[in-house]
């Protein structure tokens, strides 16, 4: 049976949390600080209320968190709504936030089943495009967003965390 995409519940607010840890933690390996990868853990209690109020308050901002299953277990995510960086003079865009997959199910077709429903509420929601931010050293993301019809925009900025600076592309894709 493959995966299974529904709206994120609060009661899912942990596993989305754990998985996130787990998918920072092998995703970037060789990109951000071991340190600061080991110590996510130590943050999980706070990136489980923050999931918690990323899902009650969804919908109230317009906002969306999916969850992908397999045989029952939350295997990955999947955020967005509004673009938060689109410039005034573009039309409004959609946004992806966020998409990561627990890396026990990588390769099982979580990810691209999270971005088809991620690009259809998108699209239903009525926007004529939408973006994403990846880190530039992230090959195995950029390849996979690319195969989903994602294109570097040229747009760059710093993406700052553990006390590192590390930069970020960004994608856009048509969605109408």
Avoid at 40 to 61: C, D, K, M, V
Wanted: proline share 6%; aromatic share 10%.
């Amino acid at each position: 049976m493959g995966p299974v995409v529904r709206q994120a519940e609060v009661t899912d607010a942990a596993a989305i949390a754990s998985s996130h840890v787990r998918s920072w933690q092998a995703g970037y390996a060789d990109v951000i600080s071991d340190e600061f990868l080991q110590s996510l853990g130590s943050e999980l209690p706070r990136r489980i209320l923050h999931w918690q109020t990323r899902i009650l308050g969804a919908e109230a901002e317009s906002r969306f968190v999916l969850v992908g299953e397999l045989e029952g277990e939350l295997a990955g995510w999947l955020s967005g709504g509004p673009c938060a960086d689109a410039g005034r003079d573009e039309p409004p865009l959609g946004e992806v936030y966020g998409c990561y997959v627990d890396p026990a199910h990588w390769r099982q077709g979580v990810g691209s089943a999270l971005m088809a429903a991620g690009i259809e509420q998108l699209t239903r929601a009525g926007y004529p495009a939408a973006v994403l931010w990846v880190l530039a050293d992230n090959p195995r993301a950029r390849a996979f967003y690319e195969r989903h019809g994602w294109l570097p925009d040229g747009a760059r900025k710093p993406f700052e965390v553990g006390g590192g600076r590390y930069p970020e592309v960004r994608y856009r894709r048509l969605l109408t």
